[in-house]
């Protein structure tokens, strides 16, 4: 058997942590990006980086970019679909310990006329990820509830406006968590909810001139 064939029903690669956590977290930023992007680097921290080579770490976040899941065979070939869409990245593996980050950690950012969003991951273990981090937002996010994440001006009402909207389609708000940036005056919500929040709907939280971006992201499959 080759060290990337199939390893039981739901991951590629030889390592829960380095493959299939990678797969996800590419999978993961992909979804919370939501766009078309002209470049995305792809930094590699601490175990990631030391050891992501032989784990096939790049070709899991490569092939969860392009929206593969952990069990698709198709990241085997990351590097190949890659060419063929032509996604133009960058790997940049961070050789020396890195304290600020966790043990298992990519920093995926992606570039788009000239701005730059990313996005940072965390693989804890059994194909489990965290998403630790939104651009400079510190953020707690598994990927097991179906979420909003919500880019809004700090200002009065906006948490009380975002509530009423989500309640009045009658779901549940399982946890909802405010990080405000008092130096440019915005706020990030990250919002997880038991049902996922209609598309058809979105628009309804930008009736509120302070709401910037609205993100709606599904329960990520087991």
Known sequence: MAIFDVIGPVMIGPSSSHTAGAARI??????????????????LYNSFADTGKGHGTDIALLGGLMGFRPDDVR?????????????QFKFVWNKEENEDYP?????ITFFK????????????????????NLNG???????KHHTLIINS?????????????????????????????????????????DAKFPNSRIEEFYKNKNIKKVISIERLAE
Do not use: H
């Not at 590419?26 to 930094?43: C, H, L, N, P, S």
């Not at 990241?75 to 996604?87: Q, R, T």
């Open 26 to 43: 590419g999978y993961f930023a992909r979804k919370i990006y939501g766009d078309e992007f002209d470049f995305v680097v792809i930094d």
């Open 75 to 87: 990241i085997l070939k990351s590097y190949e679909y890659a060419k063929k869409l032509n996604l």
């Open 103 to 107: 043990p298992n950690c990519a920093k």
């Open 113 to 132: 006329n000239g701005n730059a969003f990313y996005v940072v991951g965390n693989s804890i273990g059994g194909g489990d990820v965290e998403i630790i």
């Open 137 to 143: 937002y510190p953020v707690k996010m598994s990927g």
């Open 153 to 193: 001006y700090d200002a009065v009402g906006v948490v009380a406006f975002i509530t009423s909207v989500i309640t009045q389609e009658g779901i549940n708000i399982a946890l909802m968590d405010v990080e405000r940036d008092s130096s440019i005056g915005e706020a990030l919500a990250v919002i997880k909810l």
